[in-house]
């Protein structure tokens, strides 16, 4: 048997939706979560720079391949963490 909906009005229905949006968009750039990602943005920020000088120190061919492709990969992090942080920022804004 199939059970019965216990739903509300449409209009309230919506009224929860839009609350519901505001309290996440309030809630996901805390200043902790902010401090996180500046604090990963700087990590591997030095970690692609501290990658590109040991690559272009070495000797060896292989370990001048290995970690140039370190640098490649901790500059993705690193942009990727470029943009959580841009975006944080921009949600602060539309906040205020």
Do not use: C
């Amino acid at each position: 048997m199939a059970k019965r909906k216990r739903g509300t009005s449409k209009k309230s229905a919506g009224k929860l939706v839009r609350a519901t949006f505001r309290d996440t968009v309030t809630d996901a750039a805390t200043p902790g979560k902010i401090h996180l990602v500046v604090k990963n943005l700087l990590l591997f920020a030095v970690l692609f720079v501290v990658s590109i000088i040991i690559a272009s120190v070495s000797g060896n061919e292989i370990i001048d391949q290995l970690f140039y492709i370190l640098a490649i990969l901790t500059a993705f992090v690193a942009v990727a963490f470029l943009i959580i942080l841009l975006t944080f920022w921009f949600m602060r804004a539309m906040k205020k």
